[in-house]
């Protein structure tokens, strides 16, 4: 029986509803301050594409009592990091600090989700180097190829549109839209703070309501959708023709969201299929076998109302149909019952053990939990996820890998053949 390791993670609420999630790590000699956001790309409008990342650049370029350089230089100057990063349906603003300086995180962090302002000058700046990012995203077709797939797998849906937006909405982003982007998510209710180190959680909470704690919480807006987006669109096969030397290719299948009871079958079917052990049953078919890939991966998103699962592959030109084929025949022998109840327990013992291996990672490990509370109102712990992960059963992953055989879709760049 694999041990699962102990985590002391807690969640406390303070007096405006932002919730805090505590992980206690009494011998770290460093410690981790931030908030999660619900809001993300998927929460724009369409003239609006591209503002929450946009947001989360120039969340840094002032506020009311500070300018720029003193934000840039403030956890610096004790050797710690300020980060941020923005996802289809959440943004993260975070430090990683010396132990003794949660104090001086957390009180830079509340100045910049209450007090930004946004300065004109600053966003003149910040427009050409997001522009800048745009164009050098769009050089690494590994990349480009994801965000086209998933345009058209949630064609009419926020999950779809590129978080980075286009040029033309860049152009539109000012101090008001910034700013009414910040009132609008930037709210108690709609955030959670948290918190790895040392200092224990009662000193944490009380620290966090003085900074936070005069934060009013307003209403947060709902998310609105195209009329009829909610349903699956139709399997597509498409091909896009760019100067590259390699093929690009995902194939994938829409499934369902976070809150599905079947998530954690999909979590186990992507690494079982193409995960980071060199065992994945996709590794060994396109690469161990027959040299056709340098490198062949699964993987799942999930988000509140929908999710992904997708394959991804670079191979020579010539060798995409081929590879595309045998990738639907691994799922498609899953899919016929050609896992054994051993296989597939081993299957559950190598993605634990993996996850285990990731828990030592404090950043992720704060992160996940973070996020977990953003969306399922709690943070996960590491004997629940393995707990349902060794309930998957031998018929769920039979029924996703059906599905994956018979109804992926396919978007492939690279030069004609």
Known sequence: MMKIPRQEITLTTLSNGLRLVHCHTPKAHSGIFGVAVRAGSADERPDEAGLAHFVEHTIFKGTSKRSSWHIINRMEAVGGELNAFTTKEETVVYSIFPAGAAQRAAELISDLVSNSRFPDAELDKERNVVADEIDSYLDSPSDAVFDDFEDLMFSGRGVGHNILGTRETLAGFDSTACAGWLRRFYVPGNMVAFYSGSQNAG?????????????????????????????????????????????????????????????????????????????????????????????????????????MMAVYFGCDPEDSVRCSHLTRDVFRQIADGGLSASRIEKAKKQYIGQIILASDNRENNILAAARTTLFRGAPSNLAATAEAINAVNSAQLRVLAEDFAENSSSLTFGPEI
């Open 203 to 307: 000193r944490i909470s009380a620290m966090v309501e003085k900074y936070f704690g005069t934060m009013e919480n307003t209403a947060i807006p709902q998310r609105i959708e195209t009329a009829g987006s909610e349903k699956k669109r139709d399997a597509f096969n498409v091909r896009k023709t760019i100067d590259s030397h390699q093929a690009h290719c995902v194939t994938g299948i829409e499934v369902p969201g976070l809150y599905s009871d079947s998530r954690h079958a999909v979590s186990l079917l992507t690494n079982l299929t193409g995960g980071p052990g060199m065992n994945s049953l996709l590794n060994v078919a396109l690469r161990e076998r027959r040299g056709l890939v340098y490198s062949v991966e699964t993987s799942s998103s999930m988000f509140t109302g929908c999710g």
